[in-house]
């Protein structure tokens, strides 16, 4: 299972759809209840208010009338170790990477 938590990105699908439509959590109500941010393919955004977070089963199982959350095809593989997480920005090349990492480690001491 994937814990949601606010800002990660998830799939909304809709029977009236072609395709799934991005979205951003905004509120975890529950593991399996979210607020969200709908994006249209034409970029108009949307507010959801408790989407269920369809998680464990596959797509092709759900039969539901509204809309649901689903995680992207990348976020199930990583969660369940088929493939490794990708790094997008090592935190050694980015030019504030000093200080992150200078501050992580402070954190670490209790400084």
Known sequence: ???????R????????????LAAIITKVHS???INV??????????????V???QGTSDS????????????PYQKAVAKGEIPPTLHVDP???V??????????ELKKGT
């Not at 299972?1 to 800002?7: A, C, S």
């Not at 990105?9 to 799934?20: A, F, H, S």
């Open 1 to 7: 299972m994937i814990t949601p938590t606010v800002g």
């Open 9 to 20: 990105i998830v799939w909304i699908l809709d029977r009236n759809q072609d395709g799934p």
């Open 31 to 33: 593991d399996t209840d």
């Open 37 to 50: 941010c709908c994006f249209a393919d034409t970029g108009s955004t949307q507010p959801m208010h408790h």
């Open 52 to 54: 269920l977070l369809v």
């Open 61 to 72: 199982d759900i039969n539901v009338i509204k809309p649901y959350a689903t995680w992207m």
């Open 92 to 94: 050694k090349d980015s």
């Open 96 to 105: 504030r990477g000093n200080d992150l990492l200078s501050l992580q480690e």
